[in-house]
């Protein structure tokens, strides 16, 4: 039997084609402080709505979210989870900022999942 790759609820894999430094994140932070900080919230959602704008560039879209998410992130446990998960990331900065382009990615792929976005351009139609 094939193992699926995993991935959180809600998400498509339209974006984030691997979520295996997420999953090593929230096994890290689960009972911490960061562990309800790495899951999208109503605020996540509202923010995007607030942000995405009608034929907005995906590329600009993810950018204002990693940004958004920064802050949601413990980049000590991020650079951990990126080494279990493989990933050649030495540094703590770099590891927090991949990791907030994944729950950017996650966010965009559940807003396309529940019809508050569509998708549109070359890989999406």
């Keep these: ?33 960061w562990y309800d900080k790495a899951f999208l919230s109503e605020d996540d959602f ?36 990126f080494r279990n998960a493989d990933y050649p990331i030495e540094d703590e900065e770099e590891a927090k900022r991949e990791m907030a382009k994944i729950l950017a990615g996650w966010l965009v792929e559940a807003a396309e999942e529940w019809d508050i976005l569509r998708l549109r351009g070359p890989g999406f139609d």
């Design 46 to 81: 509202n923010y995007l709505r607030k942000v995405a704008k009608d034929k907005m560039r995906l590329i600009d879209l993810l950018k204002e979210l990693e940004e958004h998410f920064l802050n949601k992130i413990n980049a000590e446990m991020a650079l951990e989870a």
């Design 1 to 33: 039997m094939v193992e699926l790759p995993w991935r959180p609820f809600a998400s498509s894999g339209k974006i984030v084609r691997n979520y295996e430094p997420l999953k090593h994140y929230l096994e890290l932070v689960k009972g911490t402080e």
